[in-house]
Structure formats: structure tokens, C-alpha cells
């Protein structure tokens, strides 16, 4: 199995080489750097980082002292993840892992579900997640929240524009996210926030819980300044713990993060 063709010519642009070190980027690395290192196993062990991209995370994991295996389907991407000490980098494709049964101690997906917009092969990548995650290890999987798109839109006032507004309209009934050539993502799938939790019953993973990693900070937090300095970023960290697991809030953030144990 490949990535699209569309999805691959997407991500070659480069764009995660910056992404998550600007704006909105920057809030959701904090904040799923943030819940990672309370949900995480304690290092040393080993962590498959599936779909990492230029391996963001995996610099971090690496320097915390995890053992770090990086899988992307994205030659850009392994390339880059392939200079970080520590970090071992490799092609691969999470509905396939090239990988041994119950060989890490964490398995984290933290963009494989946004791009794979048939159900059975979410469930795949999560089922490839649970094989090769040992007992007691755990999986974690990061999802875009069915209304992002939308709230970005209005947000940016792109929703004044006719053609915008046809396919995110789309995108709120069926979770796909087709923007059609125009540049602004690539072919999406975002779910309902009580989605996730049946993907991943049906995977295996039983007892899951979600945190709201930006909730609606995302929506202000760059053009507020609330990012600018130290002390306001804590003071906003602070802020989202308190409601990251209200579920009442869930469809407001633009990403979730679903950790369960194995």
C-alpha cells in the first residue's frame, strides 16, 4: 500500500519541516509533547514513532532517552528525521509495519489517521499499533476534530468564498476533507471526537482516553501573543490541562491525542 499521490506530492513541499515551530503549529507540538511525557512509560525504552514526519517528536523522545524507531512513508521526511541523533529513520507505511510483534514499549501515531479516509484502514494502522506495542505498552494516536476545518474557515474568512464554503460543508457531513488542488491541506479525514474511541474498541484497545490538545486556544492563542514569551505559554499550558479532558469542549479543539494501554 501506497500514499496518494496527492498526499505525497503535499507533503514533499517541505511544509512539516517548519510547521510545528510557528503559530498554531507551535501550540499543538507543546501540548502533545505535554500529555506525552505524563502518559508515556518512563524512559529507556523503545518508541515507534509511525508517521513522524522530519521526526519533531522524535528529537525530543531521543534527548528524554527513549530508544526512537521513526517510520514515513515521505522520502523528505525520512531523510531529515535520518540527522537526528538517537533517532533511527525508515519508509514504511502504518497499515504494513515492517516491524516485530511487541517490540516497543510506546507506539505513537501522530498523523497516520489524518490521511487514511477509509475506515478499515484506520483500523489497520491501529491494529499494526496494538501488534507490535508490548503488553502494558501504550498507543497513542492524534486525530483532526470534524470541525477544524471549519472553525479555521471562518477564522480566515475563507468561508466567504463560495467554493471554500461547498466543500467544507462536505467535509462537516462526511469527515473528508477534499480541498481539490487548492492550497490550503491535502486530502483529510477528521473525526467526530467519539469516533476515535470506536476505532480504537474495534482495534483493541479498550478503556481509551481523549485530551483536547489545543482546545480552543488555537483559535487565538497566535494572534493574542499568548505564545510570545515564557511565562504567558506556561500560563496558557496551565489553562488546557484544566480542560483537556472535558468532553463538553472536545469539538471546539483542533486535534485530539487518544492514549490507551495495550
Known amino acids: 500500500m501506497e ?4 498526499i505525497q506530492a503535499y507533503y514533499e513541499q517541505g511544509g ?26 518512563a524512559p529507556p525504552g523503545r518508541v515507534l514513532d509511525v ?14 532517552g527513549y530508544d526512537v524507531r521513526l517510520v514515513d512513508p515521505v522520502p523528505l521526511h525520512v531523510a531529515h528525521a535520518a540527522t537526528i541523533p538517537g533517532v533511527d529513520a525508515v519508509r514504511g507505511d502504518a497499515r504494513r509495519l515492517d ?14 489517521l489524518y490521511h487514511l479516509t477509509d475506515r478499515a484502514e ?20 492524534a486525530t483532526i476534530s470534524r470541525h477544524a476545518g471549519l472553525w479555521d474557515a471562518l477564522r480566515r474568512r475563507r468561508y466567504l468564498q463560495p467554493e471554500i464554503r461547498r466543500f467544507i460543508d462536505a467535509e462537516v457531513e462526511t469527515g473528508v476533507y477534499d480541498p481539490q488542488g487548492r492550497e490550503l491541506f491535502t486530502l483529510a479525514y477528521f473525526h467526530h471526537s467519539d469516533e476515535i474511541l ?5 482495534a483493541g484497545l479498550a478503556g481509551a482516553d481523549r485530551y483536547a490538545l489545543e482546545n480552543a486556544a488555537w483559535l487565538f492563542a497566535a494572534s493574542e501573543g ?4 515564557e511565562e504567558r505559554t506556561a500560563l496558557l499550558l496551565d489553562a488546557l490541562r484544566l480542560v483537556e479532558r472535558d468532553e463538553s469542549l472536545f469539538g471546539i479543539s483542533s486535534h485530539l491525542l487518544t492514549v490507551a494501554v495495550v
Open 226 to 229: 499568548w505564545l510570545d514569551d
Open 198 to 202: 470506536a476505532e480504537f474498541a474495534e
Open 51 to 64: 508517521g513522524g514526519a522530519t521526526g519533531v517528536h522524535a528529537r525530543w523522545l531521543a534527548e528524554a
Open 3 to 6: 500514499l496518494s499521490a496527492r
Open 122 to 141: 484506520r483500523l489497520a494502522a491501529l491494529r499494526e499499533a496494538v501488534r507490535v506495542t508490548a503488553p502494558g505498552g501504550v498507543v497513542a494516536a
Open 16 to 41: 512539516e519541516l517548519t510547521r510545528l515551530d510557528v503559530e498554531n503549529g507551535r501550540l499543538e507540538f507543546l501540548r502533545t509533547q505535554d500529555v506525552l511525557r505524563r502518559v508515556l512509560p
Open 99 to 112: 516491524e516485530p510483534d511487541d517490540a516497543y514499549q510506546a507506539t505513537l501515531l501522530l498523523g497516520p
